[in-house]
């Protein structure tokens, strides 16, 4: 293998495979310089114990050039999205150490505090979050107002409204949430699908910043607390809102955070290889190489305003399969600040088309 790298591989931006004799592809990895990153994992002195593992199992490695670390980079996402490596998987650096907000599918819906994205392709996720456990108490106080489940998620559901009684527990035992007022009980006929289903997209709505009901809820609540003087009471109300406040502000801001991360971000290539990616909240939507005459401006502007003209809510749910890209582009102007030079704005782009 070393022999190999050393005749074959340039000193240019890709991405590259470790593929196990049998032929699984073991580990995908992407570099600004392919030939230096490879020649690393032969030296003596390389201090990674990931490397020493990647090359023990590996027979052979493939690779491909990319224009730039930026193209490597998203492709080197992809194939590890595609092929799940195993390596990749055991030292993975992702998002997991965000966390996420993930609302679940099924007849009662219920919201999970989640670290990482998890493989779930078509669940539904708000986030990244930071701290897991402050989005739990914020959860739980939500759940609490909204009277949401908040039990396993094969819970068998029995609603109101449902005639045959569904074979099982009637109920996560101990739970005494539907008791004292806290759940709707969509387990034991509390409630119709219908309602329990409206109450979810009143929490949903929250989050969006769409209404404020939970708030005037407990806001009422510590009112009424005041006035019969029981202050200790309208005290922990006065945290509960805190808590379901500062939620909020973090929606608020990850929405602005989505949102911001939609341009058009050209990337010098390697020997002229420049491209253009149509980015719209977090997710590459398009790309096409970089214009360099004014047919080709054109094109470009046709193919942006393709993609930022339809209207999509603004809203701070990524589906689970937009999750990493958005992790990584964030991440990417981050770590360079200066690449946001480099980007237009959508808005710019339909009135370029039309002139
Ligand atoms: S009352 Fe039923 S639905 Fe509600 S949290 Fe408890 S077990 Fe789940």
Redesign the pocket.
């Known amino acids: 293998m070393l022999g190999l790298v050393k005749a074959g591989v340039r000193g240019r931006p890709g991405v590259y495979r470790m593929i196990s004799p049998d032929g699984e592809i073991l580990y995908v990895g992407k570099a600004k310089n392919l030939r230096t990153r490879l020649l690393g994992y032969f030296r003596a002195d390389f201090p990674a114990e990931k490397s020493a593992r990647i090359i023990r199992e590996a027979g052979e490695v493939q690779w491909d050039y990319h224009p730039s670390e930026f193209a490597a980079l998203v492709q080197e996402l992809r194939l590890i999205k595609k092929y799940r490596p195993r390596l990749n998987v055991m030292m993975k650096r992702d998002a997991r150490h965000f966390a996420f907000i993930r609302i679940t599918t099924g007849s009662a819906p219920k919201f999970m505090v989640v670290r990482g994205a998890g493989n779930d392709e078509h669940g539904t996720y708000f986030g990244p979050f930071h701290g897991a456990w402050q989005l739990e108490d914020a959860l739980r106080e939500l759940n609490d107002v909204l009277g949401l489940?908040?039990?396993r998620i094969d819970?068998p559901m029995h609603f109101s409204d449902q005639t045959e009684f569904p074979v099982g527990q009637p109920?996560?035992p101990g739970?005494i949430?539907?008791e004292i007022g806290k759940?709707l009980?969509?387990?034991?006929a509390g409630v119709s699908q219908r309602q329990y289903r409206a109450r979810f997209t009143v929490a949903r709505d929250f989050f969006e910043g769409r209404q404020d009901s939970p708030l005037e809820t407990l806001r009422s609540a510590m009112e009424e607390s005041s006035e019969r003087m029981e202050f200790e009471r309208a005290a922990q109300i006065r945290d509960k809102m805190q808590r379901l406040e500062s939620l909020r502000e973090q929606f608020e801001r990850l929405r602005f955070a989505v949102e911001s991360l939609t341009f058009v971000y050209t990337v010098p290539g390697h020997a002229g290889e420049d491209r253009s990616y149509l980015i719209r909240r977090g997710r590459i939507r398009g790309e096409l190489p970089a214009p360099q005459s004014p047919d080709e401006r054109t094109a470009l502007a046709s193919a942006a305003a393709e993609i930022f003209s339809p209207k999509e809510l603004r809203s701070a749910t990524v589906p689970a399969h937009e999750v990493d890209e958005l992790m990584l582009l964030s991440s990417w102007f981050r770590k360079f600040p200066k690449e946001l030079e480099r980007t237009e704005p959508a808005a710019e782009f339909p009135r370029k088309r039309s002139a």
């Open positions: 489940r908040d039990c819970q109920r996560t739970c949430r539907f759940c009980g969509p387990c034991v």
